[in-house]
C-alpha cells in the first residue's frame, strides 16, 4: 500500500490545467516523455516511404517528396499516455488519414500501423477517418524528432498515445481485427482514455 | 543520447513482482538467435507502458512485464527459459 | 530518514532506519516509490551504498536538475519522513566476499555508489581480497566518498586511480581524459589474474570499459555491468 510522500509534487505537473480536458487517472504535464520500447530507428529520409496495404485493390505508396505534397494540416490537440501524463495543446503538422487513404475503396474495418523497428498497433478503420488522425512530422512547427517517432508517426489524439505510433511506416488495412504489441502484453484492445481503457478487461 | 536503455539487472523489480523471485541470473535463451545469458544482460526499456528485455545480440524482444491492479504479469515472446520455472 | 549527507556539490547520501530491513548484498538496489496527494506517482531504483554490516540504509542521490524523484528525495525530504522502498533487488551486480578476487571496479560518476557498498562489505570481511578501482568524475569537487576512498587509498589496501574528465587542480597527479582502452589497460589486472570485474556508469562509460576489457582478453562472463538510463532521476 502506498502512503502520501510529505511534500512531493512531481515534476512539471500542471496543477491548474483544465480538469475537464484531462481524462480519468491522468495528469497534466508540461513535460513530453520519451517513452520507447526498443532501439530508436534512424531512417533517412531517402529511404523512408510509406505504404498502404492489405485489403486495398492496389496498394499506395508514397516517398518523403510525395508525402509532403499531399496536402498537410496544422493540427493542435490534447494527448494522453497510459502511463498516466496528458499533455494539452501539443501543435503538430501532418497528413489527414482521410487524404492518405481518399479513394480507395475496401471491406476492411480494421487496420494495423507498423514501425521501422516491428512495433505495430491495431484500431478500427472508423477511428483513423473522419479528421480523427494524421500521419504527423511536424511538432511545434519543427521536424519531428527521432525520439518522439520522426520521421513521421501516426497520430490519433483521441486513444491513448501508445495507438499514435511512432516511425509509421506502414498501414495494413485488414477485415479482420489483430492485436499489436502493447494489445497482445495485456492493454486494451482499443484504449479510449475518456472510459480508462488502460488493459485488457478495463 | 536519446536511448533509453538500460541493463536487464535494472528490471530486477518488475520480474521479481511478476515471477515472485529473483530472476536476473537465470539464463534465458533467444528464440530467435541463440543468444543465451542471465537475464541482467539483457537490454531493458523502462520507460515504456511495460517493461521490455530485448536480446542484446539481435533485438528481439524476450519478455514484456506489465504492471496493472490486478497483479504483475510477465509475457514471455521470443524467449527459453529454463523448464521447472516458478 | 534519519540524516542527510551532502557527499558532494550534486549528490546527497539519505540515511534510513528501517526496523525490518531484511538485510542486502553488496551492489544491490532498491526501487524507491514517491506518491503525491492526488494519486500521481513516480518511481525510481538506486543502489544501495552501506555495505550489509553498516547497520543504517543508505542511498546516496545524484540531483539532477530535470530530475523528478531526486530532487525530492535531496532537497524536500526531511529527517523523520518517511519513504516507499522495495528491496533490496538484484542479484547480479553484487558482490559478496566468498566469491573472492581480485576484484576490478570501474566507476563513472554516481557509478560508484555499488562500490562503496562492495568496499565496505570487504573491510568488514577483513579484506584480504586485492581490488582496483578506476573512478572517472568530471571534476574533483564530482567525487563522491573523497575522503573515505582517500583513507582507502592511503593505507594501500586499495588501489584507487582517478580520471578528472572536464577540469583539473593543480597539481593533479591522476588521469585527465575520458576512458579508454589505453587507460583501463595500464589500471586493470591482467585477465592471468582473473579478476572479477564491476563497470557502472553512464552507458557510453560502461561500453567503453566492457569493450576494452574484452578486448585485451578478459572472461566476459566475468565482467558484470550496470548502465544508468539518461531518464533517471
Given at each position: 500500500?502506498?502512503?502520501?510522500?510529505?511534500g512531493f509534487h512531481g515534476r512539471r505537473r500542471v496543477p491548474d490545467a483544465d480538469r475537464s480536458r484531462i481524462p480519468p487517472g491522468q495528469y497534466?504535464?508540461?513535460?513530453?516523455?520519451?517513452?520507447?520500447?526498443?532501439?530508436?530507428?534512424?531512417?533517412?529520409?531517402?529511404s523512408w516511404t510509406f505504404s498502404v496495404d492489405g485489403e486495398v485493390d492496389e496498394p499506395l505508396e508514397w516517398d518523403w517528396t510525395g508525402f509532403q505534397a499531399l496536402s498537410s494540416e496544422l493540427i493542435t490537440v490534447d494527448i494522453h499516455c497510459v502511463t498516466k501524463w496528458s499533455k494539452l495543446d501539443t501543435r503538430w503538422r501532418g497528413v489527414s488519414l482521410d487524404t492518405v487513404l481518399e479513394g480507395v475503396d475496401t471491406a476492411a474495418e480494421y487496420a494495423v500501423a507498423s514501425s521501422d523497428g516491428?512495433?505495430?498497433?491495431?484500431?478500427?478503420?472508423?477511428?483513423?477517418?473522419?479528421?480523427?488522425?494524421?500521419?504527423?512530422?511536424?511538432?511545434?512547427?519543427?521536424?519531428?524528432?527521432?525520439?518522439?517517432?520522426?520521421?513521421?508517426?501516426?497520430?490519433?489524439?483521441?486513444?491513448?498515445?501508445?495507438?499514435?505510433?511512432?516511425w509509421v511506416r506502414r498501414l495494413t488495412l485488414r477485415i479482420d481485427d489483430e492485436p499489436g504489441f502493447w494489445e497482445t502484453y495485456g492493454y486494451h484492445n482499443y484504449g479510449d482514455p475518456w472510459q480508462e481503457q488502460r488493459y485488457a478487461g478495463d | 543520447m536519446t536511448t533509453t536503455a538500460v541493463d536487464g539487472n535494472a528490471a530486477a523489480g518488475a520480474l521479481f513482482e511478476a515471477y515472485g523471485r529473483e530472476m536476473t541470473l537465470v539464463v534465458a535463451t533467444c528464440t530467435a538467435c541463440g543468444q543465451a545469458g542471465p537475464l541482467a544482460e539483457t537490454v531493458a526499456y523502462l520507460q515504456a507502458p511495460g517493461v521490455v528485455l530485448r536480446c542484446r545480440r539481435c533485438d528481439a524482444v524476450l519478455i514484456v512485464v506489465v504492471a496493472h491492479q490486478g497483479g504483475t504479469v510477465a509475457h514471455e515472446s521470443s524467449v527459453r527459459l529454463p523448464g521447472g520455472d516458478v | 530518514m534519519v540524516d542527510l549527507i551532502d557527499e558532494s556539490t550534486?549528490?546527497?547520501?539519505?540515511?534510513?532506519?528501517?526496523?525490518?530491513?531484511?538485510?542486502?548484498?553488496?551492489?544491490?538496489?532498491?526501487?524507491?516509490?514517491?506518491?503525491?496527494?492526488?494519486?500521481?506517482?513516480?518511481?525510481?531504483?538506486?543502489?544501495?551504498?552501506s555495505s550489509p554490516e553498516d547497520g543504517q540504509v543508505v542511498l546516496t542521490v545524484e540531483v539532477l536538475d530535470d530530475g523528478e524523484v531526486s530532487p525530492y528525495l535531496a532537497g524536500e525530504l526531511q529527517v523523520g519522513d518517511q519513504l516507499e522502498l522495495r528491496g533490496p533487488i538484484g542479484g547480479y551486480f553484487v558482490w559478496t566476499a566468498d566469491l573472492g578476487g581480485p576484484l576490478q571496479l570501474f566507476a563513472g560518476g554516481s557509478g560508484v555508489v555499488p562500490f562503496r557498498a562492495m568496499l565496505r562489505h570487504r573491510a568488514a570481511a577483513n579484506g584480504g581480497v586485492p581490488v582496483r578501482l578506476l573512478y572517472s568524475a568530471r571534476r574533483l569537487e564530482d567525487v563522491i566518498y573523497r575522503d573515505e576512498l582517500g583513507r582507502l587509498a592511503a593505507n594501500g589496501e586499495t588501489?584507487?586511480?582517478?580520471?578528472?574528465?572536464?577540469?583539473?587542480?593543480?597539481?593533479?597527479?591522476?588521469?585527465?581524459?575520458?576512458?579508454?582502452?589505453?587507460?583501463?589497460?595500464?589500471?586493470?589486472?591482467?585477465?592471468?589474474?582473473?579478476?572479477?570485474?564491476?563497470?557502472?556508469?553512464?552507458t557510453g562509460f560502461v561500453e567503453t570499459v566492457a569493450d576494452a576489457m574484452v578486448e585485451l582478453g578478459h572472461d566476459q562472463a566475468a565482467i558484470r555491468t550496470e548502465r544508468f538510463g539518461p531518464s533517471g532521476g
Open positions: 500500500m502506498s502512503f502520501i510522500s510529505r497534466a504535464t508540461s513535460d513530453f516523455p520519451v517513452l520507447s520500447a526498443g532501439p530508436t530507428p534512424r531512417t533517412s529520409l531517402g516491428g512495433y505495430t498497433t491495431n484500431l478500427p478503420l472508423d477511428d483513423l477517418l473522419g479528421g480523427k488522425a494524421w500521419i504527423a512530422f511536424e511538432f511545434d512547427n519543427a521536424p519531428l524528432a527521432p525520439e518522439h517517432g520522426g520521421p513521421a508517426r501516426l497520430l490519433v489524439p483521441h486513444l491513448y498515445f501508445w495507438k499514435s505510433a511512432k | - | 550534486h549528490v546527497r547520501s539519505v540515511v534510513l532506519d528501517l526496523p525490518d530491513w531484511p538485510g542486502h548484498r553488496a551492489g544491490q538496489h532498491v526501487d524507491v516509490r514517491l506518491t503525491a496527494e492526488d494519486g500521481y506517482q513516480a518511481q525510481r531504483s538506486y543502489s544501495l551504498a588501489d584507487i586511480r582517478f580520471t578528472l574528465t572536464r577540469e583539473w587542480p593543480d597539481p593533479w597527479g591522476g588521469y585527465r581524459r575520458r576512458v579508454d582502452r589505453e587507460m583501463v589497460e595500464q589500471v586493470a589486472w591482467s585477465p592471468e589474474d582473473r579478476p572479477l570485474v564491476y563497470v557502472c556508469g553512464p
